[in-house]
Every structure is written in structure tokens, then in C-alpha cells.
């Protein structure tokens, strides 16, 4: 799953990465966005925009939000099945935190691309007045399968367009190659909202994996 993530690459170079061509949507470096937060997304028109994180179905009657879809059923619930029809988005992330238990502690630590590069996370959206947002999982490959079953759909750039928009993207719901991804121990203080900068994606001195 992902439950929190940090975006702090330069604009300029999402907007390259992403091939942003209507940046409607400027972020300042983020290192602990957390759901119910605005977030940067990609849209079918190549728009980078500002959506809520936590999908709230139109027909919710407790405004329940879902941070995450599973994408062995995303095409089926009927939270998510229209909108994985036609309203996939790209989530730009710079790299997102899981916890190991220890006892009764929960360490976190930073997972990213071994070559430090953004990448994007697949997503949904409901519309409405207020866009939100749910990032679809799949099965953990061998560098997240420590933390947890599952992990966010990292969707390679060559596959943009197609996730975009595709007709059917259910090929693209597939764990991504471990051999690209690095998994390090970060400081506690990210298990907290309130912290948001550059040190905690900073390595601990637990012992290093990935």
C-alpha cells in the first residue's frame, strides 16, 4: 500500500519527466504528504493539477475516503470501476515510506529509485468540486515484501500514455522490477504529520536493505 510519500524534485523536472504540458499546478519539496493533503497529478490532457488524496465515491454517504485501490478488483467495486474506465491519472512521486514492526515500535523507511529519479504512481480520481484521489496497489515485489504484501503500481514511463488513456490499462497492474528500487531505514520523526523536511529521508544507522 502507500500511505504516505514525498515529492521534493524540482518542478521543472517533473514537468519534463511527466511531459507536462499545462502546469496548472505548482508544489513546493514535500517529505511527508499524507492523505487528506492536496497532491500533484497527472491528467489525460497532460495537465499537472491539484487533487485531494482519499477518493470519496459520489454516492458515500459517510464521506469515507479510500487512499488506495486494489488492482486485482479495481475494475469491479464500485468505488473505483468507473473511474479506472476512464479517469486514470499519475501521481509524481519522489519516493514513499513503509514501517517494519519491532516490537512495539514501527520503524519507517524511504523507498525509491536506485537512480534517484521521480516516478509515477498510478491513480484514480473521483470528480466533483474537490477531485480526490485513491493510488491503486498491487502485489509487493521482492524490495517491499519485507514491509508489506502489498505496493503502490509504478507505472515506467513508456506506459504513460497507455495508463492515460487506454481503454484498458489492466495490463499495467503488475508489481514494478525490484532491481530499480531501494528500500533504507529514515528517522521515526516521519511517523508524525506535523515534520516535513529534507532529514527524514535521510538513512538511520539501523542497517541498511534494498
Not at 459520489?58 to 485501490?69: C, E
Not at 479517469?87 to 515510506?97: A, E, L, Q
Not at 496497489?137 to 519485507?146: G, H, K
Request: include cysteine.
Amino acid at each position: 500500500m502507500c500511505g504516505r510519500f514525498a515529492l521534493h524534485h524540482p518542478n521543472d523536472e517533473i514537468h519534463e519527466q511527466f511531459q507536462v504540458q499545462h502546469p496548472e499546478f505548482l508544489f513546493e519539496p514535500r517529505y511527508n504528504i499524507a492523505p487528506t493533503q492536496t497532491i500533484a497529478v497527472l491528467t489525460a490532457d497532460w495537465r499537472l493539477v491539484g487533487m485531494k488524496w482519499g477518493l470519496v465515491p459520489r454516492w458515500s454517504k459517510d464521506g469515507k475516503p479510500f487512499i488506495n485501490a486494489r488492482g486485482e478488483t479495481i475494475a469491479e467495486k464500485p468505488s473505483f470501476r468507473d473511474n479506472f474506465k476512464s479517469r486514470r491519472i499519475i501521481v509524481p512521486c519522489s519516493g514513499f515510506y513503509e514501517w517494519q514492526a519491532e516490537g512495539k515500535q514501527r520503524l519507517p523507511f524511504y523507498i525509491r529509485m536506485k537512480d534517484g529519479r521521480p516516478f509515477g504512481i498510478g491513480a484514480v480520481y473521483e470528480p466533483g468540486e474537490v477531485p480526490t484521489v485513491a493510488m491503486v496497489t498491487t502485489a509487493a515485489n521482492a524490495v517491499l515484501s519485507p514491509f508489506h504484501d502489498r505496493m503502490p503500481v509504478i507505472v515506467h514511463p513508456a506506459d504513460y500514455a497507455l495508463w492515460l488513456g487506454a481503454p484498458d490499462a489492466a495490463s499495467l497492474l503488475r508489481p514494478f522490477p525490484p532491481e530499480a528500487m531501494e528500500a533504507y531505514p529514515v528517522s521515526t520523526r516521519v511517523n508524525g504529520v506535523k515534520d516535513d523536511d529534507p532529514g527524514l529521508i535521510e538513512p538511520e544507522r539501523r542497517g541498511l536493505f534494498g
